[in-house]
């Protein structure tokens, strides 16, 4: 979902809604669309896909994750990057998984 705004930045307009965004949670959808079996239980399979109106052009945009450690370390560079902040008694107070990769806090 949160890669919509910035499709819809991209796009330069709000064509991209959450009706459009399509789910498998189905075993076998899953499986058919490349999860490997033994991580089923824990993944993140993504594909997003810009095309133009006349259908000349396709951009597609994937990412797959598989199992859970890369989303537990992020938690724990989270924790490290908010500790940090609070040392430092930052004036900010909300942060984003964008603030940390641009300040390089992920292992």
Known sequence: KD????FKELNGESSFELENISKIRERE??????????SLAGHAFHTYELRSEDGSVHFQFQHNVC???TYAEGVTD???????RIVEKSEKKLFNMID????GAMR
């Open 100 to 103: 940390i990769l641009k300040e």
């Open 67 to 69: 199992g859970r450690r």
């Open 3 to 6: 890669m919509m705004a910035y």
């Open 78 to 84: 989270a924790v490290q990057f908010l500790a940090q």
């Open 29 to 38: 959808g899953q499986l058919a669309f490349g999860v490997p079996e033994d």
